[in-house]
């Protein structure tokens, strides 16, 4: 073969190489692609530099620039696309090397001084890029197989290869072209490796996604537990080979909404994933927990009868209460059938114990509500200037107010739930807006306003204290229609929530809060008075005035 068709052959290749990188690129739009197609362009300039400088008697500076040039950034690219194709960060002293040794090159070249000393520099250096880039091949965890292993060695024996033309050009043993084309030879492997190692990488990727899709189907993403599609489709095999009899129990966790509605549903999100992993710790990986709704399961106990099935479930709900002492509390509501033969329908069997969870969830989600509502309180109160003495006080002062305008007990009872639940919603606001000692921005204010919508959705939430949700909304309503959130005037606004802004009003004035000093009873009086008929109902005022005045003569005396 003559030296003529060796180079037609190797600028063929090279060019095919360019145009296969320059197309993933383009079409992937990858960074690594374009590092790899570049450092393909660099070197098949230094090749073809070279071989124009071995045809000219009087060698060119230009020629060597180039060529000096192009070799150094072709191998700095090729270590840059492989640290970028495995999303591996590196210190800027490589960029500054390489550009170091190629400026310094030119100014020796121009000047017409030697460059032994920096062409052997240069070979190090290409060898340390290349070594670099093989560590990060064999280092990777992924993609796994033996491409990006012997993409790995592949570097090395390239970095070899490098040392083998100064070799030849010192001992003068073998030609120095012998070195220039194993180095080539090897490049080209390395390249065909770099391009196997992508597919490798799209391949592991779907068969990831497949896996994943897989697992979504079989699995509920949120909870890990069983999903309803697949179960549904397997459920009448699984339970021909399951031991008989077994109890089936569905279930459904308690004040699941009022949890959204408070904290948002990433939090209700994060209950629920919590619950079903505690009651699959608590009944063992033989037995299936399937999430068959929204926050509704099913629970398949092969082999388990109805009296031992009972005391897992009661298991369960201990290890909820142990599990997590210091968070919002999570219950659920049971209903238990028991499978005796593979006869049976199975609709019937879960339609049976879907009546009588909700059966039990009747007497149970009341008090569950209660027990968050209670724990929502006490949390506020830690989060909030808002003392329980706080709320005590409005207790007290509400009750007189309804005796004297004339409440029967059952309204009076209303009124005081109001008083003690109406900054509920609060506990929705950050912990750093609500114990702010300076002005809120006007972002934080926008922020604070949310808490009479938050507290009417967690009364709402619960059937017990449904009734008080509106007052609740409404304690920010100002007599002149100046108030937050709906901007009500005069009796629009609910009376509980007219008698409450009074009396908080009046407290919060008259007791210390760390960003303000406490006004004394008849100051605070004089401020209540100069808002009635603009913050405040006129009459409620003047009854409030009545009450006050009763209680301060008292207390003077």
């Not at 969830?361 to 209660?370: F, V």
């Not at 009076?412 to 807006?433: N, S, T, W, Y």
């Not at 809060?513 to 406490?518: G, T």
Request: proline residues 4%.
């Amino acid at each position: 073969m003559t030296a003529d068709s060796i180079v037609a052959a190797s600028i063929s290749i090279t060019l095919v190489l360019l145009i296969s990188y320059g197309f993933l690129y383009f079409s992937e739009k990858k960074h690594y692609f374009l590092a790899w197609s570049l450092s393909v362009l660099m070197l098949m300039i230094t090749y073809l530099s070279r071989t124009a400088l071995l045809e000219t008697d009087s060698p060119s500076v230009v020629l060597q620039i180039i060529n000096y040039a192009s070799s150094i950034a072709g191998y700095w690219l090729i270590f840059k696309g492989t640290l970028l194709f495995f999303s591996r960060s590196y210190p800027v002293f490589w960029d500054i090397g390489t550009g170091f040794l190629i400026v310094a090159f030119i100014c020796i070249a121009v000047q017409g001084i030697s460059a032994t000393a920096l062409l052997l520099l240069s070979v190090v250096w290409i060898i340390a890029l290349l070594s670099k880039a093989a560590m990060t091949c064999l280092k990777a965890k992924t993609p796994q197989g033996p491409i990006r292993i012997i993409l790995g060695y592949t570097y090395i024996f390239w970095a070899l290869s490098i040392l083998l033309y100064p070799l030849c050009k010192l001992i003068n043993v073998i030609s120095p072209s012998v070195g220039y084309l194993v180095a080539g030879v090897v490049g080209l492997l390395a390249y065909l490796n770099m391009q196997a190692l992508y597919f490798q990488s799209i391949r592991e990727e779907l068969e990831s996604k497949e896996a994943n899709i897989r697992k979504l189907v079989i699995y509920d993403k949120l909870t890990g537990a069983y999903s309803r599609t697949y179960f549904e489709n397997v459920l009448e095999d699984f339970l021909d080979k399951t031991l008989m009899p077994a109890t089936l129990a569905m279930g459904d966790f308690n004040g699941l909404k009022l949890i959204n509605d408070t904290f948002g549903h990433e939090k209700g999100d994060e209950l629920l994933a919590d619950g079903i992993r505690i009651m699959q710790e608590t009944i063992g990986t033989e037995n299936v927990i399937i999430r068959w709704g929204g926050d509704e399961f099913i629970i398949i106990m092969p082999g388990v009868p109805l009296d031992q099935a009972g005391v897992f479930l009661n298991n369960i709900k201990n290890n909820l209460k142990i599990s997590r002492p210091q968070t919002v509390p999570i219950d659920i509501s049971f209903g238990l059938t028991v499978y005796e033969n593979r006869e049976q329908p199975l609709a019937k069997m879960i339609s049976q114990a879907e009546e009588k969870m909700y059966s039990n969830k009747l007497n149970e989600s009341k008090k569950s509500r209660l027990a968050i509502i209670e724990f929502l309180e006490k949390l506020l109160w830690e989060k909030d200037y808002q003392t329980e003495a706080h709320v005590m006080r409005l207790k007290s002062l509400v009750s007189k107010f309804g005796s004297q305008i004339g409440l029967s007990p059952r309204e009076i009872v209303e009124l005081v739930q109001v008083a003690m639940l109406h900054d509920i919603g609060k506990i929705g606001v950050p912990g750093e807006i609500l114990k702010k000692q300076g002005d809120l921005t006007p972002e934080e204010w926008s922020i604070m306003k949310k808490h009479s919508e938050i507290g009417y959705r967690i009364t709402q939430s619960s059937r017990e204290l449904a009734h008080v949700s509106e007052a609740v909304l409404g304690h920010h309503e100002w007599w002149n229609g100046k108030g937050y959130p709906q901007g009500l005037k005069e009796d629009e606004i609910p009376l509980f929530s007219r008698i409450v802004s009074i009396v908080d009003s009046y407290d919060v004035i008259t007791h210390e809060r760390p960003y303000k000093r406490a006004m004394d009873p008849y100051s605070a009086l004089v401020e209540i008075n100069k808002c009635a008929g603009k913050q405040f109902d006129p009459y409620l005022v003047t009854v409030f005035n009545k009450i006050m005045q009763e209680d301060l003569v008292v207390n003077d005396r």
